[in-house]
C-alpha cells in the first residue's frame, strides 16, 4: 500500500487526522525531521481517536535519509507549486506520497529538480497562490491513488 509522509508537519491536528486517514487505508505513515509538536499531544490523539492505536508512525531524520532506505519506490512530491495535476500522473500501489509542512509546503528547489514526479490539487484562479489544508490535501491524493490502483 502507499506511503505517507509529512515533512516537519506543524499542526497536531492535520498529523492526527492524517494517521487516521492510513490506518483506514492500511497505509504508513512517515513523519520527517522537526515536529511542530510532541507526538503525545491530547490535540493528536484527539484527532486520530482510536486510530492512532493502529498506526506505526515512523520517524526520520531527513527526507534524504528516509528515500535512501527505500531506493527501490517512487517518492512522489505534492505541492501547489508542481505544475502536473494529481489527475494527470499515473501513480504506483507502493508510491511515497511527499506533503510538507503547513506553513511553507516543500523546499522549491525539491519541487524544481522533480517536476516529473510532482503533483499538484488545482484550484480556482483566485485561490491559485494558496494551497489547501494538509489532512484534506493528503485525503484527496491518496484517495486518487487507491483508486487509480485499485486498492480498496
Not at 492535520?14 to 494517521?19: A, V
Not at 525531521?33 to 484527539?46: C, D, H, I, P, T
Request: charged fraction near 25%; glycine fraction near 6%; hydrophobic fraction near 40%.
Amino acid at each position: 500500500m502507499a506511503s505517507i509522509v509529512l515533512v516537519e508537519p506543524e499542526i497536531p491536528q492535520n498529523t492526527g487526522n492524517i494517521g487516521r486517514l492510513c490506518a483506514c487505508t492500511d497505509s504508513d505513515l512517515y513523519l520527517v525531521g522537526k515536529l511542530g509538536f510532541s507526538l503525545e499531544e491530547k490535540a493528536v490523539r484527539r484527532a486520530g481517536m482510536d486510530y492512532w492505536l493502529q498506526l506505526d508512525v515512523k520517524r526520520h531524520e531527513t527526507l534524504a535519509g528516509l528515500e535512501s532506505e527505500f531506493p527501490d519506490h517512487r517518492f512522489v512530491y505534492c505541492s501547489s507549486r508542481a505544475d502536473r495535476s494529481y489527475t494527470e500522473f499515473e501513480f504506483r500501489p507502493d508510491d511515497f506520497l511527499v506533503f510538507g509542512k503547513e506553513t511553507a509546503g516543500l523546499p522549491g528547489t525539491l519541487i524544481r529538480e522533480n517536476q516529473e514526479r510532482s503533483i499538484r490539487i488545482p484550484m480556482c484562479q483566485a485561490f491559485s497562490d494558496r494551497s489547501l489544508n494538509l489532512a484534506h490535501a493528503t485525503s484527496i491524493v491518496l484517495y486518487e491513488l487507491i483508486r487509480q490502483c485499485n486498492l480498496l
